[in-house]
């Protein structure tokens, strides 16, 4: 391939991208339900093909596996959206407790710099929140619920005809790539897309769920506020690399300064949050999930701005299966191939530091 080739086919790639990006942000409130889903697909795929392992169930055919772990989605995600929905009508009727505490801190905080005269929460409102329009704040809020709503609903939909589809999908591809070796290679791309996204999702669920139960425990044993939804926060947060993790413990530990007004108990709670989050990304996590996503740690931080940026948190949530998908695509074909070596955080089974 001459220079100007190469240059030529840079320069196209970098077009193609800006382009991908634009529609990408314009597209959000389609495109998102649907990737989404065919993220859950994969969880939903790998699960079924776990239940063979349980007594009796490799003989149900695999429709009825894949029936069966979609209604149990489908009614743990609706459970979930009712208790979130349900946690925001409690902290409105536990707020006059809140600031009581607040006054309270503020009091302390006066007394230990040596302030005479203490700012009261009337003070404090007119200064921070009372600035805000409450009716504003509201209406974002409902916003917000109904666009959460309709997005589960339609994940569950989009997923239900994408494993109806799936089974006649092999079908299809031959329909459509006639060439043998187009359709090898088609083949081998989806393939490797679903062994290695569909078992780190399918094992990054397990490991959230168990560092959500172990949160559950410590909140509940401390009495924490709805432990239940902050521990399903900090379980859902857990799919966000190295920041997740970090923002679901902030959450109710900042809400325990407020609930509990002590100082020492909050420190005492978020060691044991922290101790569970270390246990479970230096151990658990490491052993569990191993090198199934092969990218490096800079691609995963660039990846997480830019989906963030595109999406927001949804985004957040899906850059590392996103940008996994897009290595394994690239790697495929000879032009794109030196992008997905960049992207990689290993080569021929060795670490990039080692090369």
Known sequence: ???????????????????????LLIGKSVLLPILAAVIVVYVLVSASEALTGLPGMARVSPGLR??????????????????????IGQIVTQAPAYQANIERLVAQGADAIGIDERPDWETIRN???????????IETALANVTWIGASVFLVIVYSAFLLTERASFAAKLSIVLPDPEDRA???????????????????KTLINVILGA????VLWGFGVDFPLFWALAIALLNYI???????????????????????????????????????????????????RVNLSPFVVLASLAIWTSLWGLPGALLAVPLTSMLTIVLSAFAPTRPFAVLMANRVAGREIGEL
């Open 241 to 291: 690399p190295y920041l997740g993790s970090l923002v679901g413990v902030a959450m109710p530990v900042a809400l325990s300064v407020v609930q509990f007004g002590q100082l020492g108990w909050t420190l005492a709670l978020g060691a044991l949050l922290v101790a569970a989050q270390v246990w479970v990304g230096s151990f658990l996590e490491p052993r569990m999930i191993g090198r």
């Open 66 to 87: 894949r029936f069966f772990v979609l209604m149990i989605f489908a009614g743990v995600l609706l459970a979930l959206t009712g208790v979130v929905l349900g946690t």
């Open 185 to 203: 290679r088609t083949e081998a791309i989806i393939r490797d897309i679903n062994d290695r996204i569909g078992d780190y999702l399918a094992i």
């Open 214 to 217: 172990m949160s559950f425990v």
């Open 127 to 137: 200064a921070t929140i009372g600035r805000l329009s409450v009716r504003n704040v």
């Open 1 to 23: 391939m001459t220079q100007g080739s190469s240059l030529s086919t840079l320069v196209n790639a970098g077009l193609l991208v800006v382009l991908a990006g634009f529609l």
